[in-house]
């Protein structure tokens, strides 16, 4: 991966008639890096895949590829690829038939055509499945016969909006080690676009995770796992229990309440996993509302004064029964310290 910026969106205002979907958007993109674009329903990360494809026109802004200015330029001429999520397969054709279709379109015929064909399929390893149709494929490979259309074309980025969310937790796995085995070989520039945050910490070189319409933190998977900044972002990544601070104390319905430790300087709020949360001892008391067994740890959730508190302990300890009461502690030093609360 270079550090040379390869793709910057420069910003970038996108709208559907008078609603706003990305206000001013700035994100620099390196060449070969593989980038996530995160968040939920309504953040605006497809708005901005569509408009990199140049399948929607900005109202502000600009974007620029590998030094050139794409703002207006038509989709067919950016040479960016685009991966769907329903594969957009021609169902009466062939695998190698579906993955020339484009170079076909683009002039290309006889040894060249095969050649280039050929090695598309081998590199999402399909070459024995060339004379199959797609309804003969599992879903994985259907996947990945699109992924080799759009890399047989040298895209110079490549595009993929939510392209594993049609597959089984097996095959999604499966693919997400193919696409990154794919992304390392080729070095193609890549932009993922998912609501699922397992699969962007797994995938990613860095994780763009979005919030209506803008960005809410840009880092490595790392970086937005471990050191979120706002409450938005812990909550994504894990962090279940979320306390903003007022005077060193945790804010809640029912007032103020002192903290285990030592509140870091400056930060707005605090942010524990349930795995942080310390359970059967403390000041503070729940009941046991829910529990479910989740292969190493039991969840619980529980009711207590300072709101509902989601827990975790090991699957091996004694299970805790609806209703029981149960003391714990959300102590500082296991907290992640938030710089904003809303």
Avoid at 83 to 110: D, T, W
Avoid at 155 to 164: G, I, N, Q, R
Wanted: with cysteine; hydrophobic share 40%.
């Amino acid at each position: 991966m270079s550090d040379h910026v390869y793709l910057s969106l420069e910003a970038l205002t996108l709208a559907y008639g008078d609603t706003v979907a990305v206000d001013g958007l700035d994100l620099s993109i390196a060449e070969g890096e593989l980038i996530t674009l995160l968040g939920p329903s309504g953040c605006g990360k497809t708005t901005t895949m569509r408009a990199v494809a140049g399948l929607l026109k900005p109202s502000s802004g600009r974007i620029m590829l590998d030094g050139r200015d794409v703002t207006r330029l038509g989709a067919n001429k950016r040479q960016v690829g685009l991966v769907f999520q329903s594969y957009a397969l021609f169902p009466h054709l062939s695998v190698y038939e579906n993955v020339a279709f484009g170079l076909k379109l683009k002039g290309e015929r006889g040894r060249d055509l095969e050649g280039h064909v050929m090695e598309g399929l081998k590199t999402v390893g399909l070459t024995q499945f060339a004379s199959r149709k797609p309804a003969e494929l599992s879903g994985g490979q259907q996947q990945r016969v699109s992924l080799a259309r759009s890399m047989v074309m040298h895209p110079k980025v490549l595009l993929l909006d939510e392209p594993l969310s049609n597959l089984d937790a097996r095959l999604r796995l499966e693919m997400r080690t193919e696409l990154q085995r794919v992304q390392r070989e080729t070095g193609v520039t890549m932009i993922f676009v998912t609501h699922d945050q397992g699969e962007a910490l797994a995938l990613a070189d860095r994780i763009v995770l979005m919030k209506g319409g803008a960005v809410e933190q840009i880092g490595t998977p790392e970086d937005l796992y471990n050191r979120p900044k706002s409450a938005f972002v812990a909550d994504f990544v894990g962090f279940e229990n979320v306390f903003a601070v007022e005077d060193g104390k945790l804010r809640t319905a029912d007032g103020a309440v002192p903290v285990s430790g030592t509140v870091p300087a400056g930060a707005a709020a605090l942010a524990w996993r349930p795995a942080m949360v310390a359970l059967g001892s403390g000041p503070h008391h729940g009941s046991v509302r829910g529990v479910s067994f989740a292969g190493g740890t039991r969840e619980y959730l529980l009711d207590s004064s300072l709101g509902p508190i989601k827990a975790e302990a090991d699957a091996a300890l004694p299970v805790h029964d609806l209703g029981t009461t149960l003391a714990f502690d959300l102590p500082a030093e296991r907290a992640a310290p938030l710089q904003r609360y809303a």
